[in-house]
């Protein structure tokens, strides 16, 4: 079971990125999808999660009304769209799947490897 995230890089500061995160070796399509960050010297934190059905979604404060997290249950895939990027976003960004809709890393059960994303000022 492997959840890959892909997608980071760096971007200046107003720019947009679309991260990606890829299950395999089984279906996460029952599952709530999450993505978590870490920057540099700090505890991993909530970004945001989705429903097992798309239908509801809720974010950070921190990001919320620039990111969007979506889900296609067919290609068992999880996306998070980042527009008008600060360098405060810059991080390792995680993604996750579990099976209660929460903001809290133990409410997750899988974990993927994370992908840097560097927002320069």
């Known amino acids: 079971v492997q959840l890959q995230a892909s997608g980071g890089g760096l971007v200046q500061a107003g720019g947009s990125l679309r991260l990606s995160c890829a299950a395999s070796?089984?279906?996460?399509?029952?599952?709530?999808r999450g993505w978590f960050r870490q920057a540099p010297g700090k505890e991993r934190e909530f970004v945001g999660a989705?429903?097992?059905?798309?239908?509801?979604?809720y974010y950070a404060d921190s990001v919320k009304g620039r990111f969007t997290i979506s889900r296609d249950n067919a290609k068992n895939t999880v996306y998070l769209q980042m527009n008008s990027l600060k360098p405060e976003d810059t991080a390792v960004y995680y993604c996750?799947?579990?099976?209660?809709?929460?903001?809290?890393?133990?409410?997750?059960?899988?974990w993927g490897q994370g992908t840097l994303v560097t927002v320069s000022s």
């Open positions: 996750a799947a579990g099976g209660l809709y929460g903001s809290r890393l133990y409410e997750y059960d899988y």
């Open positions: 070796g089984r279906t996460f399509s029952s599952y709530v």
């Open positions: 989705i429903s097992w059905s798309g239908g509801s979604t």
